[in-house]
């Protein structure tokens, strides 16, 4: 465990003003959402409530933390996982259309994985095409929502 920083609040007070802001943005956009019910008596606006309550509940519990000075100092950080991490989503953006969900996936879980500390990326890429591909298959077949196929998929799936 890492030691509690004393006589610095302004990070925890500027965390809890981010959760409280969220929250309000839920708050309000789920008053433009009817309150009807129905037979169960939860409606559409109603999870949108809870979330944002939930996030002043931790603004609230941040602040108090904050000012008794137990936040817990931050971890060293470093760049390259960072960078990684990116680099698969940037790969993702640009390669999604052009290769498939399935291959484009498999791209950001390496390098997610390789952020994370794996160093063999061929293993990375197989975990990575096995659940896109699972992912794939429940989302377009089962559910029919359409991700993007490519050479893979239509190989796979057949069209």
Known sequence: MSKATRGRPWA?????????????????????????GGYAGVGPADVPRLV???LLALSVATV?????????APPPQRAAPVLWILLGLG????????????????LLFACTARAYGNRN???????????AMAAYGVFDRLLSLNLPGG???????GG
């Open 12 to 36: 925890a007070l500027i965390i809890a003003g981010g959760l409280a802001a969220m929250a309000a943005v839920l708050l309000w956009d789920a008053s433009g959402i009817t309150r009807d």
């Open 52 to 54: 944002a309550f939930g």
């Open 64 to 72: 108090v933390a904050g000012l008794r000075g137990d936040i817990p």
């Open 91 to 106: 790969l993702q953006l640009v390669l999604l259309n052009l290769v498939g969900f399935v291959i484009a996936s498999a």
């Open 121 to 131: 990326m061929a293993l990375g890429l197989g975990a990575g095409v096995l659940l």
């Open 151 to 157: 050479p893979l998929e239509h190989l796979i799936f």
